[in-house]
């Protein structure tokens, strides 16, 4: 290692950087070979290094910007084809769920119609709805304790036609009651009040049958209760869906003022304003407040717009409110109204039901006992005392047979009028509806009223009525 011999007079700090340059003190340095090195040649050997350095540094850093400059660009790049093929998932998604919902809808809907036809070819009374609700819910039984993961998939499978049917299932109710003007036409008043005690009275009677009953029976079995599962919601409607069927209506009812028979016949050319303003009584009444519901509910609000449709293209064409609500509810295949499409749809409901039991399978088999012990005396109950009642106050005996199974679901009690000859469809569906109605609207009252606690009591009861 070289040895300084002469040290600087002056410090190089106390100069300028030109100064250093131009006037370096030289000092001498002696190597281990006995060499001497001149400090100043060592100075710019120095310099020179740093030259190339810094210009090395500098190609280095431009490298640099020029990568992160390429690289921002590929990000771009990526962000952009990244969006691109968010918004083509988003289509593709949306395809899919509809045409996975036709398909199990439009499956559900055929199995209804070859029900329907094989029980009519096989002249056989029993309601063909309620014997596919018992196939379907067996299948899903022996499915699930075979192949669980199989019984899983077909309630995945069916799920988006389930959640269609629920979100429009009061619909599927409404038609009885918007015919229900032609339907009392040739009901007498004195029988008409008789039918509304029958009504009133006998609702009232059945709640509290179910509910004691089930009362006494949990006391019996002493089964302990346990949470149901939840249930997928349907999804609330959207302005667009009320902006739709508003246009819906407005150019169906113009079309049909102005050319009543465009479609063939007139209950066809009313079909699509008809439809559309039931469809726009349910969705205006579903978003009114739940104060307001509870006295003017959703199914009320559909069957008064639909009436007030019927009203204003009877006035405004000339032709008459009865026409256009027998348009509304032909009751004939190759001619159907629109409130023909809507109870064309209950057989499903029916089927649908098998769905839902099987989501709730434990908690029925774990009170079974107070299930089914309730509802087979209260159905009973009300069959044979509406019977009974009818004829002490004298009410017809069609008349008495058409409301008999006022506390059965629509599609059933149409099935089982059917059995009796001069009984009126639509008085009975009308029945069940406004029974259905007087539940929803005072159910919890009177129960809290007769201090029926138990939620399985309370559930068993107001199912029912």
């Known amino acids: 290692m070289a040895t300084p011999l002469v040290t600087p007079l002056f410090s190089p700090l106390a100069l300028s950087s030109s100064?250093?340059?131009?006037?370096?003190?030289?000092?001498?340095?002696q190597s281990k070979d006995g060499k001497t090195c001149d400090s100043s040649a060592t100075q710019k050997l120095n310099q020179t290094r740093l030259r190339k350095t810094d210009g090395q540094r500098r190609r280095f850093l431009q490298m640099g910007s020029r990568e992160m400059s390429f690289g921002r660009k590929l990000s771009t790049q990526a962000m952009d084809g990244a969006g691109t093929e968010n918004t083509s998932t988003t289509i593709s998604r949306k395809v899919f769920a509809a045409t996975h919902l036709l398909v199990s809808l439009g499956i559900i809907l055929a199995a209804d119609q070859?029900?329907?036809?094989?029980?009519?070819?096989?002249?056989?009374k029993f309601p063909?709805?309620?014997?596919?609700?018992?196939?379907?819910?067996?299948l899903l039984m022996i499915l699930d304790s075979v192949v669980p993961a199989a019984a899983t998939g077909m309630m995945n499978f069916f799920e988006p036609a389930f959640l269609f049917i629920q979100r429009w299932l009061p619909l599927f109710y409404v038609p009885?009651?918007?015919?229900?003007?032609?339907?009392?036409?040739?009901?007498?008043?004195?029988?008409?009040?008789k039918i509304c005690y029958i009504v009133a009275g006998g609702w009232l009677a059945s709640l509290c049958v179910a509910g004691f009953t089930a009362i006494a029976v949990r006391k019996m079995v002493k089964t302990?209760?346990?949470e149901a599962?939840?249930?997928?919601?349907?999804?609330?409607?959207?302005?667009?869906?009320?902006?739709?069927?508003?246009?819906?209506?407005?150019?169906?009812?113009?079309?049909?003022?102005?050319?009543?028979?465009?479609?063939?016949?007139?209950?066809?050319?009313?079909?699509?304003?008809?439809?559309?303003?039931t469809v726009?009584?349910?969705?205006?009444?579903?978003?009114?407040?739940?104060?307001?519901?509870?006295?003017?509910?959703?199914?009320?609000?559909?069957?008064?717009?639909?009436?007030?449709?019927?009203?204003?293209?009877?006035?405004?064409s000339g032709s008459g409110l009865d026409p256009v609500l027998g348009d509304y509810l032909t009751k004939v295949a190759s001619d159907p109204g629109a409130g023909d499409i809507l109870m064309g749809f209950l057989g499903s409901v029916i089927l649908s039901f098998a769905f839902s039991m099987f989501k709730q399978r434990k908690l029925?088999?774990?009170?079974?006992?107070?299930?089914?012990?309730?509802?087979?005396?209260?159905?009973?109950?009300?069959?044979?005392?509406?019977?009974?009642?009818?004829?002490?106050?004298?009410?017809?005996?069609?008349?008495?047979?058409?409301?008999?199974p006022r506390c059965i679901t629509v599609a059933l009690a149409l099935s089982i009028v059917s059995l009796f000859e001069g009984t009126n469809s639509s008085l009975t569906a009308a029945v069940v509806v406004v029974t259905g109605l007087i539940g929803a609207n005072f159910v919890q009252v009177v129960l809290d009223k007769l201090r029926l606690r138990d939620p399985i009591a309370r559930g068993i009861a107001t199912a029912s009525r």
């Open 19 to 29: 100064r250093n340059r131009h006037s370096c003190p030289k000092t001498l340095f």
């Open 114 to 124: 070859f029900l329907k036809q094989a029980f009519v070819a096989a002249s056989i």
């Open 128 to 138: 063909s709805a309620l014997f596919g609700m018992f196939c379907i819910f067996s």
């Open 176 to 193: 009885s009651l918007v015919v229900l003007p032609l339907s009392l036409r040739d009901i007498p008043a004195a029988s008409g009040v």
């Open 224 to 226: 302990e209760m346990t």
């Open 229 to 277: 599962e939840p249930m997928s919601k349907p999804s609330p409607f959207s302005t667009l869906e009320l902006w739709s069927w508003s246009g819906i209506f407005v150019v169906s009812f113009v079309g049909a003022l102005f050319y009543p028979t465009s479609l063939g016949t007139s209950a066809r050319t009313c079909l699509p304003f008809l439809l559309s303003s």
């Open 280 to 316: 726009l009584g349910y969705i205006v009444g579903s978003g009114l407040p739940s104060s307001i519901k509870k006295v003017f509910h959703p199914i009320i609000c559909c069957a008064l717009s639909s009436v007030l449709a019927a009203l204003a293209f009877g006035y405004a």
């Open 364 to 404: 029925v088999k774990r009170h079974a006992a107070e299930i089914f012990t309730s509802v087979i005396v209260s159905t009973l109950f009300s069959l044979y005392s509406t019977a009974l009642v009818g004829r002490l106050v004298g009410l017809e005996p069609s008349l008495t047979v058409s409301i008999l």
